[in-house]
Nanobody, 119 residues
Framework: QVQLVESGGGLVQAGGSLRLSCAASGRMFDVYKMAWFRQAPGKDREFVASITQSGDSTDYADSVKGRFTISRDSAKSTVDLQMNSLKPEDTAIYYC????????????WGQGTQVTVSS
């Protein structure tokens, strides 16, 4: 099992910044990569960004490229998402997730943290 706890959400004006953090614990040796997803009201959950446990590879959704940066601190088992130039359409619940070698999918999820961007 891998446990995930997100923090850092909140309310911000358009153009502002927020930093989300995800603390992971448990079977960290089973982690291949960690990611952030988001779900806006009435919409499906969508991929935002991911980073491998080694930190050598990152991936971003087109909608956030150039504005969001994912990073990880392997010593602290945390993954952060720096979000700049926020837009109202970034409003959503943001979830941290783990892709494990064992499950071969995103099988572990945090409880989510709300991000609201006002216009």
């Amino acid at each position: 099992q891998v446990q995930l706890v997100e923090s850092g959400g909140g309310l911000v004006q358009a153009g502002g910044s927020l930093r989300l953090s995800c603390a992971a614990s448990g079977r960290m040796f089973d982690v291949y990569k960690m990611a952030w997803f988001r779900q806006a009201p009435g919409k499906d959950r969508e991929f935002v960004a991911s980073i491998t446990q080694s930190g050598d590879s990152t991936d971003y959704a087109d909608s956030v490229k150039g504005r969001f940066t994912i990073s990880r601190d392997s010593a602290k088992s945390t993954v952060d998402l720096q979000m700049n130039s926020l837009k109202p359409e970034d409003t959503a619940i943001y979830y941290c997730a783990v892709f494990s070698y064992g499950m071969r999918n995103y099988g572990y999820w945090g409880q989510g943290t709300q991000v609201t961007v006002s216009s």
